[in-house]
């Protein structure tokens, strides 16, 4: 696992928008795995801004979200197909026929989430996964537990997430319970990773993540041993690093 310290969120954002540009011009059939929550943001912004400058180019990419909260459908605004199209598909030439997010309202979960799976294999797996992490070390919604799932799967989301993101919800009381996520094996499988973490309430977690010790309470701890993953951390994250 690869560290860079950048200085701050802006610095992160535009660090992480050099790395998808870079694939993207290496292969501009490639595809990406993207995340949702605050972190990703300044990223999306900063893609924004390099296909305005005409230096990127999306017409050929597919993507893949982590999740989707279940019983959310794609109106809805608290839904992460809502939150990626706001946020980055409608101002970029992606075709969203390429853009792929686990369907939240799908009457088979079961069923869903293998065709999930499938997909991006017959797409030619991920390229790039793009991914923040938890309070509680997850990844994608891959909650820590005894167990992990290595799929696409249906998870019953923490106390401790719901407490994290119900900030996005006005109304708490409909914040969705359950998520279908993509799994470890499933993220574990992309060709490169960037895992991006801001701010000094992660700084804990940054010194969970580097520990040395793998275990399924902390589900990020497995991306110690991915071949090609990089975290971006800004100086308020890398607070605790080798202390
Ligand atoms: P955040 O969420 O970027 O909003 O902190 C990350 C996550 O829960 O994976």
Redesign the pocket.
């Known amino acids: 696992m690869k560290i860079v310290i950048k200085k701050d969120y802006v610095e992160l954002s535009k660090f992480a928008a050099l790395e998808v540009k870079n694939i993207l011009e290496d292969n501009p059939n490639c595809t990406l795995g993207l ?1 949702t ?4 943001l300044g990223l999306y912004k900063e893609l924004i801004k390099l296909y305005n400058l005409g230096e990127i180019n999306f017409s050929s990419v597919t993507t893949f979200n982590l999740d989707e909260y279940r019983g959310l459908n794609e109106e809805d605004e608290q839904s992460y197909k809502y939150f990626m199209n706001d946020n980055l598909f409608n101002h970029i030439n992606i075709d969203k026929n390429n853009t792929f997010i686990p369907n939240g309202i799908a009457e088979d979960v079961e069923r869903e989430c293998e065709n999930y799976e499938k997909l991006i294999g017959e797409k030619g797996g991920i390229d790039l996964q793009v991914l ?3 309070m509680n070390g ?2 994608g919604f891959n909650e820590p537990n005894q167990e992990l799932y290595l799929n696409t799967h249906l998870e019953t989301l923490t106390e401790e ?1 719901l407490n ?2 119900s900030i996005f919800f006005t109304n708490k009381e409909k914040m969705p319970t359950e998520a279908l996520t993509m799994g470890i094996g499933s993220i574990m499988k992309a060709k490169k990773i960037i895992l991006l973490i801001s701010g000094k309430n ?1 700084a804990e977690v940054v010194k969970k993540l580097v520990s040395g010790k793998i275990t399924t309470d902390f589900p990020a701890s497995i991306l110690q041993v991915h071949n090609d993953c990089t975290v971006i951390l800004d100086e308020e994250a890398a607070a605790l690093l080798n202390k």
């Open positions: 995340a929550g605050s972190t990703p923040g992490i938890g997850h990844i997430t994290s993101n992660k």
